[in-house]
């Protein structure tokens, strides 16, 4: 990796890490919504940004299917308990479909799915589908824990990690297929191509803000765990630039 790469890291863990500590302590007011989403842009844009330069139609076409599929699933989850369990959200995201999911919530999830795609192509992880499934239940598992404990959502009936039911990562490997399968179909065969390094900051972004988020509301294994996983990018990224 260059040298401005490793800084826009470095710079991008610490940004992560110092908005983790203000959000764990103050919370997420639902009247400063759109500070919420706009960070959600943030994290957000390095991936999207890579997609969109692949290929322009392709990746809009992905993107808009990948929305329109996420509040599907998610609004179908609060409204049946299916795959994720029974569950509501706070009003932090801001507007919801018919009362339902957040219109913020692709900009949480496009980026999980598409990361974890890419990754899990670059260390030739056979069995893709199967491969992003799995690590996004992973990154879930760091993610999740911090959101109960924010109040982002509430499950009406906790569960044992953390207050988050074991179900919801059945569900979130179900629904991780389900991206992988669209990100396969739109640009599975130009994935390669891809600005890997700006998909990764995504995740690395994204990673560093819930790991601060555990870490300061003293939960050690998604902290952890999280670690584990940045260095996993970290690792992928050097065994591409070796390619």
């Known amino acids: ?19 983790s500590f203000f959000v764990s302590g103050i919370g997420i007011d639902s009247e400063l919504w759109v500070v919420s989403l706009i960070f959600m842009f943030i994290f957000a844009l ?3 940004f890579s997609i969109v330069k692949l290929d322009r139609i392709k990746a809009v076409l992905m993107l808009a299917v990948l929305s329109i599929v996420s509040l599907a699933i998610e609004s179908f989850a ?9 569950f509501y959200y706070q009003d932090s995201l801001g507007p919801k479909i018919l009362g339902l999911a ?3 919530v692709p900009l949480g999830w496009i980026p999980l799915v598409l990361g974890s795609y890419v990754v899990v192509r670059r260390l030739r992880i056979r069995f893709t589908y199967l491969g992003t499934a799995a690590l996004l239940v992973l990154l879930d598992m760091v993610i999740d824990p ?3 404990a924010l109040g982002i ?3 009406r009936n906790p569960g044992a990690f953390y207050g988050v039911p074991l179900q919801n990562f059945v569900g979130w490997f179900f629904s991780g297929m389900i991206g ?13 191509k891809a600005n890997y390094s700006m998909i990764i900051l995504s995740l690395i972004g994204i990673v560093s803000f819930w790991i601060g988020i555990a870490f300061f509301k003293v939960m050690w294994l998604p902290v952890i765990l999280g670690c ?4 996993l990018f970290f690792f992928s990224a050097k065994a591409q630039n070796q390619r």
């Open 146 to 148: 911090g959101s109960f």
């Open 228 to 231: 584990c996983l940045l260095w």
């Open 102 to 104: 957040p219109l913020a």
């Open 46 to 48: 390095p991936s999207f």
């Open 78 to 86: 609060i409204k049946t308990g299916f795959p994720y369990g029974l």
């Open 1 to 19: 990796m260059s040298r401005w790469y490793n800084y826009t890291v470095v710079v991008v863990m610490l940004f992560s890490v110092i908005a």
């Open 180 to 192: 992988a399968w669209i990100v396969h179909l739109f640009v599975g065969e130009i994935i390669e």
């Open 153 to 155: 959502w509430i499950w």
